[in-house]
C-alpha cells in the first residue's frame, strides 16, 4: 500500500476520503480498475461522491475500503473478473448483516 510511505494518502484512506488517483495509488492499481470496481452494484450504492476544489473525492465507509482491498486482491492475486469479485463481497456484507441484525449487534463497520 503506497499510502503507507505518504502521510496525507494514510490518512486520507484513515478517513476515507480519497480520489480515484489516491485510492490508486494506495491499491497499487491503475485509476481505470479502482473506477471499474466503484461502479460494480455492490458498491455504487455504497460510495457517495463529492466535488472539492474542483476534484471528485468518494467518501468511503470502512466496510467498503475493506471490500475494495478484498476486490482488489481477488481480480488481481486471483484472477476473478471484478463484476464477480464484487458481488462476492457484496454477499459477505449482506451475510454478516443479517448476523448483526439476528443477533442484535450495532454495526462495527460502517
Known amino acids: ?26 491499491l497499487n492499481v491503475d ?3 479502482v473506477r471499474d470496481i466503484l461502479h460494480t452494484p455492490t458498491f455504487r450504492s455504497a460510495v457517495q461522491t463529492v466535488k472539492h476544489q474542483g476534484q471528485t473525492i468518494r467518501l468511503l465507509p470502512n466496510k467498503v475500503r475493506v471490500g475494495l482491498s ?6 488481481q492475486k486471483a484472477g476473478i473478473p471484478l463484476e464477480i469479485a464484487s458481488d462476492i463481497i457484496g454477499c459477505t456484507w449482506m451475510i454478516s448483516e443479517i448476523h448483526r441484525q439476528n443477533l442484535g449487534l450495532h454495526s462495527a463497520i460502517g
Do not use: F, Q, S
Open 31 to 33: 485509476e481505470k480498475i
Open 1 to 26: 500500500m503506497d499510502a503507507v510511505l505518504n502521510p496525507v494518502r494514510l490518512e486520507n484512506w484513515y478517513r476515507g476520503c480519497l480520489n480515484d488517483t489516491e485510492l490508486g495509488h494506495a
Open 70 to 75: 478484498a476486490v482488489h486482491a481477488l481480480y
